[in-house]
T-cell receptor, first 117, second 114 residues
Framework: DTGVSQDPRHKITKRGQNVTFRCDPI?????LYWYRQTLGQGPEFLTY????????KSRLLSDRFSAERPKGSFSTLEIQRTEQGDSAMYLC???????????????FGPGTRLTVT | AQSVTQLDSHVSVSEGTPVLLRCNYS??????LFWYVQHPNKGLQLLLK??????LVKGINGFEAEFKKSETSFHLTKPSAHMSDAAEYFC????????????FGTGTRLTVIP
């Protein structure tokens, strides 16, 4: 399968614990995005990388959240001191892009469903 | 403020009848507009996109959408619904020209009745 993959698919954690999610984009894609989707809502943008550089962060990305893409390939999203409000589906997407073009299709992974108890 | 509004949270149609999912957008710039579909337990899939070329955009699975600047609309249509079309549909806009992130509507759940 050459699509975007995410691991784990499901994560249940207790409030206050740290969690880390991984995203493997399509191999030739230089852009990688993280989104969060809560029940009954559309996905909301969190952050975006071009290669290894994190170029944009949403105000939704509090200081408990950190994302990395150390070698411009896979990415990790860590949430520290989880809260019940962090319960959501975390989606990763990747695309090809250059300059400021936003017309390149974003390919989404299946998501990681986080439940904080 | 720039945003996208999906006018119906739930649409129900009979198999073989037309589908219309409505979307209005607000953007200070020339927008790029998309429709994505999300089947249960599957990733989001792009149906079609408008990026300032032809205003009538054809997508996969027989769907199409028409960009109407005067009405700030980008409604999704399909002539004949199939059972496999049952899913959640999202209208999506870029916030501004050259933006790299997508702004999703709240979604429309399409139910297809046999």
């Amino acid at each position: 399968d050459t699509g975007v993959s995410q691991d784990p698919r499901h994560k249940i954690t207790k409030r206050g614990q740290n969690v880390t999610f991984r995203c493997d984009p399509i191999s030739e894609h230089n852009r990688l995005y993280w989104y969060r989707q809560t029940l009954g809502q559309g996905p909301e943008f969190l952050t975006y990388f071009q290669n290894e550089a994190q170029l944009e962060k949403s105000r939704l990305l509090s200081d408990r959240f950190s994302a990395e893409r150390p070698k411009g390939s896979f990415s990790t999203l860590e949430i520290q001191r989880t809260e019940q409000g962090d319960s959501a589906m975390y989606l990763c997407a990747s695309s090809l892009g250059s300059g400021t073009s936003s017309s390149y299709e974003q390919y989404f992974g299946p998501g990681t469903r986080l439940t904080v108890t | 403020a720039q945003s996208v509004t999906q006018l119906d949270s739930h649409v129900s149609v009979s198999e073989g009848t037309p589908v219309l999912l409505r979307c209005n957008y607000s953007s200070s710039y020339s927008p790029s507009l998309f429709w994505y579909v999300q089947h249960p337990n599957k990733g989001l899939q792009l149906l079609l996109k408008y990026t300032s070329a032809a205003t009538l955009v054809k997508g996969i699975n027989g769907f199409e959408a028409e960009f109407k600047k005067s009405e700030t609309s980008f409604h999704l249509t399909k002539p004949s619904a199939h059972m496999s079309d049952a899913a959640e549909y999202f209208c999506v806009v870029t916030l501004q020209t050259g933006a790299n992130n997508l702004f999703f509507g709240t979604g429309t759940r399409l139910t297809v009745i046999p």
